[in-house]
């Protein structure tokens, strides 16, 4: 296959990538406006194998179809986006034209030059604030409500898909729906596996996910940190969430371009289906990094549901997706490694 990464220097991109580059031998096309994407994070995949790499921000659309015609592009990951939710609450527009817009156009662009597959990151944002939690986590069919501008963002970005799969049966997709991607690039230094080196992981500043913010107290970046509201109905008080570790996500991607070759067009849940909550990872991260650190409580955050748990039997049992890395102690230590070297 010939494939083209959009945002492939971002954070699970990047990762997506190296699966591709170490693992297969599809020819590669990065495709990157490096507005968060990291270059250090192309020159180590590059390390790996050669690829193309285009400095090319979506928008610029009317530059696409050279782009996929010069590569004989088959098959689109689709990651480029604005992915920070308070930010999409303060500017919308920016998250409907670097989202929805966006992958509109790129779907434009696929249809009339011969791309047959489309894989889509989608976020489990769209099912909103759920209510209640149903007993076997959310699955598929959950009703998508989102409450920011983001969420809804990436449901708009869905609905084009599917109808542009519905009107050209030559174009199939696969939508995921991510739950909450944490950890860094599990890769050991030695063969008995006691020294993990992570090469590549979240290097985006400013972070505002729970494992990142840990690691960065765990490393001495950070001098404390708050869990944000601890009376919501659930083990300890504190939000729960199904944490999956980046390389188990990124090996669905590789998993989904080969599923498209025999299966029809679908929308997949990633999440392992099970939930820990912010008192759980915070004492995970002290522990395998036998660090302390102060925390301290404040306010819920706006928006923020008690917990979001995936059901993930679709993939599971369509796509015979096994994860490797369920294991928050091994998501916390590989964020901690990647954090000490950023
Ligand atoms: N959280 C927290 N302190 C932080 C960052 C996050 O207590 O500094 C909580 C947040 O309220 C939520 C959970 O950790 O319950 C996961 O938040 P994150 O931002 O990582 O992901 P989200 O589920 O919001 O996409």
Request: aromatic share 10%; proline share 5%; glycine share 6%.
């Amino acid at each position: 296959m010939n494939i083209l990464i959009t945002g492939g220097a971002g954070y699970i991109g990047s990762h997506v990538a190296k699966q591709l580059l170490e693992t297969t031998d599809h020819t590669i096309t990065i495709l990157d406006n490096l507005s968060t994407g990291s270059p250090k994070t192309l020159e180590t995949l590059k390390t790996i194998r050669d690829f193309e790499f285009v400095k090319l921000d979506l928008k610029a659309f009317d530059k696409i179809p050279e782009v996929l015609q010069k590569h004989q592009i088959d098959t689109i990951i689709h990651f480029a986006a604005s992915i920070v939710v308070p930010e999409s609450v303060e500017n919308p527009l920016k998250y409907y034209m670097n989202n929805t817009v966006n992958t509109t156009n790129l779907i434009k662009c696929a249809l009339e030059n011969g791309v047959g597959k489309f894989v889509f990151s989608s976020t489990a944002a769209t099912y909103g604030e759920p209510d209640s939690l149903p007993i076997n986590g959310i699955d598929e069919n959950f009703p998508t409500k989102p409450i920011n501008p983001y969420g809804m963002s990436k449901l708009m970005s869905e609905q084009v898909i599917q109808d542009a799969a519905k009107a050209n049966a030559d174009f199939k997709y696969v939508i995921f729906r991510y739950f909450n991607v944490a950890g860094a690039d599990i890769y050991y230094d030695d063969s008995a596996h006691t020294q993990l080196n992570p090469r590549i992981g979240q290097s985006f500043p400013n972070a505002t996910h729970l494992i990142k913010i840990a690691s960065e107290c765990a490393v001495g970046k950070r001098e404390k940190m708050a869990i944000f509201g601890d009376d919501f109905y659930t083990i300890d008080g504190t939000g729960v969430r199904d944490y999956i570790h980046v390389d188990d996500l990124a090996d669905a991607h590789i998993k989904a371009i080969h599923y498209l070759d025999e299966n029809p067009s679908d929308i997949f849940n990633v999440g392992y289906g099970q939930g820990f909550s912010v008192r759980q990872v915070i004492e995970a991260m002290k522990e395998v990094t036998e660090t302390d650190f102060p925390v301290e409580h404040a306010p819920r955050r706006a928006g923020d549901p008690a917990a979001l748990i995936s059901d993930n039997t679709k993939i599971k049992s369509k796509m015979q997706w096994i994860p490797k890395y369920k294991d928050l102690a091994l998501i916390c230590h590989s964020a901690y490694e990647w954090e000490k070297k950023l």
